[in-house]
């Protein structure tokens, strides 16, 4: 069973240098998925998996390993590589997995806890109700080892052709399940009923994990509304969703929660709620943007890169792009301003909310005052902020990067113009697979990397509609000073 005696939980920021994150390799579900339930399932399109694994993901998992456990990786990358080993060192059932205990596996702390048999027994009646399945289905499953019964519950199949269920591709997206907020979990609520069986896992594994033990007075449920089941039709406003795009901690006293898409308005005032009642934070902002699957959560808006710099979308941002086939118009197209709201409470007057005119606004207050940060804000803009790659770019994932440390960054490698922003902020650009050597050879080594953009290849992760930030979880990261 995967233990850690010294295992720690605190995030209180979205820059510090990054020590521990759940993460979750895409499993065989993913290579099942249909066109025509590819939306019911929240992907775009379908997807290769195996470049999608070999060339894409693959890579996200060796920089982790590089960064955060070294001693995993540094050595045996020709040996990871080679043919013979046919990916073993990704795989979580595999004897030659890497199982980190600092880039930690969904699927192993599933199998971990699969080994107590009235937590499996337990687990395995409640994703067959939620499935539909019959009963000599869970009979059966009862019978499989923990390992392949994680796996099995994962993926929706007992192999490549036989489903037994739905695939639940969108796991990879770790950080939309929960969010650690300083020392406390606040355990999410989907709205899609695509993700009900990666809730139920991820609440199993929060509550039943030896690593989270000491933790356990500190996991925050967002509760629905009282008597929710009684409200017709199936609106999302009415229901109390949040997911963790919607997210984000950016001090030890302020997080910010997005009304969007995927989180309602009973979601965001219940994890307000929360979060004063147990007197996690003293600031909360709420931060409204359209409800549109463009735009799906804040993290896909607008994320943070160093204390005075974020990447975001000019076009909600509050400066408006410029369309280069008329130089003269400088509001695009499709003008989203007028419904971006932002409403900040502080818990000793939640009565007497502060305003902000716009999100640039809001996070050059945070730069100034939650960090204080002496050097003025900047602002990377998607597609350089020019239309149509400002909303092209956007719709890939430019602004959804992930901070491995302050300053170093991950990001696709498609999105072009937005790679030109960085740049011309004066951030370094390299792709992963030079670092990588580099890092190997001790040509470039972790502690000497700053101000630079990770830039990953994305040909099949962008089909899913979600970039690094979305495929983290971050447990640990250091304080920034």
């Not at 027994?121 to 939620?130: P, Q, Y």
């Not at 139920?200 to 007075?217: Q, V």
Request: aromatic share 8%.
């Amino acid at each position: 069973m995967t233990t850690d005696l010294n295992f720690r939980m605190h995030v209180n920021s979205e820059i510090g240098t990054l020590r521990k994150l759940l993460v979750h390799s895409p499993d065989s579900g993913l290579g099942q998925v249909v066109p025509s339930k590819a939306q019911d399932w929240l992907f775009e399109d379908i997807v290769h998996l195996n470049t999608l694994r070999k060339d894409e993901y693959d890579y996200y998992i060796k920089l982790l390993l590089y960064f955060l456990d070294p001693d995993r990786i540094k050595g045996r990358l020709s040996i990871i590589d080679s043919v013979e080993q046919n990916r073993s060192f990704f795989k979580p059932d595999h004897p030659n997995f890497h199982n980190s205990d600092k880039v930690i596996e969904v699927q192993t702390l599933l199998a971990d806890i699969l080994q107590d048999k009235t937590i499996r027994s337990n687990l395995i009646a409640a994703v067959c109700a939620l499935e539909g399945c019959n009963y000599n289905l869970q009979l059966q499953l009862n019978e499989k080892k923990s390992k392949r019964l994680a796996k099995i519950i994962l993926s929706g199949s007992f192999d490549d052709e036989h489903m037994i269920f739905a695939p639940i591709p969108n796991l990879i997206f770790t950080r939309d399940l929960g969010i650690v907020i300083n020392n406390y979990m606040l355990l999410n609520n989907p709205a899609k009923k695509a993700r009900g069986r990666e809730n139920l896992i991820m609440r199993y594994i929060f509550f039943n994990h030896p690593l989270f033990e000491e933790y356990k007075r500190n996991i925050l449920e967002i509760p629905d509304p009282i008597q929710h089941f009684l409200r017709p039709g199936e609106d999302e406003e009415q229901r109390a969703t949040l997911e963790g795009g919607d997210v984000m901690v950016v001090s030890k006293d302020h997080v910010l929660i997005g009304c969007s898409e995927r989180t309602s308005p009973h979601g965001a005032n219940a994890a307000i709620k929360l979060l004063f009642a147990n007197k996690v934070v003293n600031k909360v902002t709420i931060v409204k943007i359209p409800s549109k699957r463009d735009f799906m959560h804040i993290d896909t808006v607008f994320t943070q890169v160093k204390r005075n710099v974020w990447v975001i979308l000019g076009s909600v941002a509050g400066k408006q792009p410029i369309n280069e086939a008329e130089p003269l118009h400088h509001i695009a197209p499709d003008n989203h301003r007028s419904i971006t709201e932002i409403i900040q409470f502080k818990i000793n007057t939640p009565s007497h909310p502060i305003y902000f005119d716009s999100i640039e606004e809001l996070l050059d207050d945070i730069s100034r005052n939650d960090l204080n940060c002496k050097e003025p804000t900047q602002f990377i803009y998607s597609g350089n902020n020019i239309f149509p790659y400002d909303a092209r770019e956007q719709w890939t994932d430019s602004c959804n990067v992930l901070a491995i440390k302050e300053g170093v960054i991950l990001g696709y490698d498609r999105n072009d113009k937005t790679i030109l922003s960085f740049q011309e902020k004066g951030f370094q650009v390299i792709k992963i697979k030079t670092l990588i050597k580099a890092l190997e050879t001790d040509q470039i080594k972790v502690e000497d990397i700053s101000n630079t953009l990770v830039i990953m290849p994305s040909a099949e992760l962008s089909r899913a509609r979600g970039g690094f930030h979305c495929m983290s979880l971050p447990l640990l990261r250091d304080n920034i000073q």
